[in-house]
């Protein structure tokens, strides 16, 4: 019972400690976070363009058909 109690003292002291110590953190994001979502950034926008690209001939090739030519036949006399 008295290593109980002892404990439940030395807990109780050291959570003071951990409350005091609340605002050491920085607010903000650093550097390395930024360049990581602009380098993100950079991949998206690289995979976007041939993407487009493909999607945009995807729709012409659906809605604009173009017409088969016929084959003149050349007769000879």
Known sequence: MKTTKLMATMLAGTTSVAYAANGVHSEGAGI?????????????ITQLAPAM???FG????????????????????
């Open 32 to 44: 390395l976070t930024y360049l990581f979502v602009g380098f993100f950034a950079l991949i998206l």
């Open 58 to 77: 995807l729709v012409k090739g659906i809605f604009f058909r173009q017409e088969k030519k016929e084959a003149k036949s050349v007769q000879v006399d």
């Open 53 to 55: 690209v493909l999607f």
